[in-house]
């Protein structure tokens, strides 16, 4: 097999050139606002929006030209570098069903976020910027999407880093929002050395970035005496490669620590709720279908090289960090936090769904979840917005968080709108039957326990457990979440009727359409036609490992295949799995009713969480302050040392070794002057005395002569007379 041939050029098509035109319009958008958006009308809003529906529309387009009747991969040579050993490097774009299903909900929840911020971001400072941001921050996460190898999927990847920085830190003058960008940033830095690793890894054996290549040469691949081998021309010179499982498995989890980085898994997880700094929108945007999608993206996008191990590893890092985050978002009081906890549960699952096989139920997961979580947060930014208009109507700018769900309550009769569309997104978010996340779910958790009878079972079950009891925990914390704020009395000192825009309307128009739209596809009957089963799930079947691995082989193919057949023999679970997750769900609304329903609206204002777990919980299980100890402390302690031996030492040593070596100048420039220079002075004045002596003594005058030798004369008598 040649390498190069792998690589060769392939010609673009319509479909290729218009998804260059999808990628391409949001950061012309982006260019438009950012330089002239101030001089624009309405600052452009119009503009971004306009491009944004003009790249969803086009999406759609390439969603029936290519979901399960053809795969369209334009490559064209990027750059070649002399040598024989190394292969073109390439560049290009790759439509298969699982591009078009990103591009379809990147765009769609891009589109409806910047349709809401032009109410919710209405008369803020730095309004074009906002949108100039949106755009970038779009076109970097569609360009992860339409890539096809990795070395140019690390860079699209690294601007969506930049690009979250930018909006998580909007407000620039707030210092938490500050503190927030710059945590983001740098967590998400130590999971993309990983990833860096990982992907140069790959490249020093198979020397090529580019993914189906890889593919092709992974599926050519066979295990001999333990180690992987693959063989290959570059160039007409052969080459051999055995790599041992623990390499390929190293290589592996180093592209899942961008994953864990970028999707905020276990032990990383710490940046995404401080993110929820930046606008309520673009916490909806970072949620559902960008920056936290883009991890779980790459796993599927990478599937091929992981080995069994690998997704062992990944498998656990998944159901610990459902479990982490369902803890978490028990006791919090900040609306968002709670989502934002809640994302890192859901995430959980897809990673864990990725690892125990499930790679097409990961994905069905990460769907489902975009609709419902971008609804939940566009609602939650509703509430935020009408809280401000409460507060500024009494003049209330102290003392009152607008965020904290317990100054709400009784908010259903006010903003019926918001609450209905709310409950859809949460029945779908606790796994509900007949929502979306039921679906979902339940095809990770059917899958998982396929994986755990696989694997062995034993300790391999405690993965499927923890999904189960995570349903339980989502049902409590969202039916908490949904008490406090839509249920009992309002608890805040002004009329919940200051709430509403007008007497007549709740909330501005522009920002009631998309949460009506994302509400409704919260029902499981868009994703299947029997909301009761997943397998059924048309969804599903276009983005299994069959209708995107065509022809290839996994390194993990033996395992995922025998999860497979485990999944399909257990019929009977499937009943049971659904009916159990149910009950679960119930059972967990259940509790929190109970719990709540009768305590009175001062006891619910003034709740504080209870008990050491209660604290644990709160605390958020103690990372931040584990890591603010265990790397920060000791990290600013080692800067301040440093600093202090730079000002103290170094810098001390060098003023005063300067100070000191003028001193030593100007002694020596003394000594200089007046001794050297006054000695080469005193030689030149004797030398010139006696010069002169010398010439008066031989001035050619016989009287001169005359004077002299009688002057000599008198001294000689006098020494003879005196000695």
Known sequence: MELTSLLKPLAATSQTDLALVVLLLPLLAFMLLFFFGKRLPRQGDWLAIGLSAITLALSVWLFTQTWHTATFHTRTTWFSLPGGTMAPFTAGILLDNLTVLMLVLVTFISTLVQLFSVGYMHGGKGYSRYFAYLGLFTFSMLGIVLVDNLLLLFMFWELVGFSSYLLIGFWFERPAAVAANKKAFLVNRVGDMGLLLGLFAFYTFFRTFDLEALRTLVSSGSWLQGEFTVSYTLHGHAWLVEASPLFLTLAGLGLFMGCVGKSAQFPLQVWLPDAMQGPTPVSSLIHAATMVAAGVYLLARCYAFFTPVALTVIAVVGATTALIGAIAALTQYDIKAVLAFSTISQLGYMVMGMGTGGHDAALFHLTTHAFFKAALFLNAGIIIHAMHRGMHHLSLTENLDPQDIRNMGGL????????????????????????????????????????????????????????????????????????????????????????????????????????????????????????????????????????????????????????????????????????????????????????????????????????????????????????????????????????????????????????????????????????????????????????????????????????????????????????
């Open 412 to 723: 259903r009769k006010v903003m019926p709108l918001t609450f209905y569309t709310y409950l859809l997104a949460a029945a779908a978010l606790a796994g509900l039957p007949l929502f979306s996340g039921f679906l979902s779910k339940d095809a990770i958790l059917a899958g998982s326990w396929a994986w755990a009878q696989t694997m062995g079972g034993g300790l391999y079950f405690i993965v499927p457990i923890i999904g189960f009891t995570v349903v339980l925990l989502t049902a409590f914390y969202m039916a908490r979440h949904l008490w406090f704020i839509f249920f009992g009395s309002f608890r805040a000192p002004f009329a919940v009727q200051a709430l509403r825009l007008s007497v007549g309307q709740e909330v501005e128009r522009v920002m009631a359409l998309p949460v009506l739209l994302l509400g409704a596809l919260s029902l499981g009957i868009f994703f299947s036609l029997n909301p009761l089963s997943f397998s059924s799930s048309w969804l599903l079947q276009g983005i299994s490992l069959e209708a995107l691995t065509t022809h290839s082989t996994l390194l993990a193919e033996n395992l995922v295949q025998a999860v497979s057949a485990r999944d399909e023999a257990n019929h009977t679970l499937h009943i049971v799995f659904g009916v159990l997750s149910a009950l679960l769900a119930l059972a967990g609304i259940g509790i929190a009713v109970s719990r709540y329903k009768n305590k009175p609206a001062g006891m619910l204002q003034h709740s504080r969480p209870h008990g050491a777990l209660g604290n644990l919980s709160y605390q958020q299980l103690y990372f931040n302050q584990v890591y603010q100890r265990a790397f920060v402390r000791p990290a600013l302690l080692l800067a301040r040392g440093l600093y202090r031996v730079d000002k103290r030492v170094i810098d001390y040593t060098l003023n005063y070794g300067s100070k000191w070596l003028v001193v030593f100048a100007k002694i020596m420039a003394w000594f200089d002057r007046l001794v050297v220079d006054g000695l080469v002075w005193l030689v030149a004045a004797l030398s010139r005395l006696v010069g002169g002596l010398g010439r008066n003594l031989q001035n050619g005058k016989v009287q001169s002569y005359y004077a002299y030798s009688l002057f000599g004369f008198i001294l000689i008598i006098l020494y003879i007379v005196l000695f």
